[in-house]
Nanobody, 119 residues
Framework: VQLQASGGGLVQAGGSLRLSCAAS????????MGWYRQAPGKQRELVAT???????NYADSVSGRFTISRDNAKKTLYLQMNSLKPEDTAVYYC??????????????WGQGTQVTVSS
């Protein structure tokens, strides 16, 4: 199973970015998908998650500014980030829990995509 994240970049404060994370490989189904981020010198933290039935959960710091969504047919996760702040600067990682073709639950991480917000 591979996760390919994209969409990061440099943006001014107040701007927007959209991250994508496409899953491929021996996947029977995808359960919860999520975005996490890690800023320099800090621990990785949860940004948002979305379950297979579309239930979402957000960190307080991004609630109302970020929107997580998924396209199950494309096995792709998205994160729309609006009203970005310098404190959103971090490497963003996607995470998925899948059921593989042997009916085993497995967690996978994407390679990370850098988001930099300038003030």
């Amino acid at each position: 199973v591979q996760l390919q994240a994209s969409g990061g970049g440099l943006v001014q404060a107040g701007g927007s970015l959209r991250l994508s994370c496409a899953a491929s490989g021996s996947i029977l189904s995808i359960r919860t998908m999520g975005w996490y981020r890690q800023a320099p010198g800090k621990q990785r933290e949860l940004v948002a998650t979305i379950t297979s039935d579309g239930t979402t959960n957000y960190a307080d710091s991004v609630s109302g500014r970020f929107t997580i969504s998924r396209d199950n047919a494309k096995k792709t996760l998205y994160l729309q980030m609006n009203s970005l702040k310098p404190e959103d600067t971090a490497v963003y990682y996607c995470n998925v829990r899948i059921i593989d073709t042997y009916y085993q639950p497995l967690d996978y991480w994407g390679q990370g995509t850098q988001v930099t917000v300038s003030s």
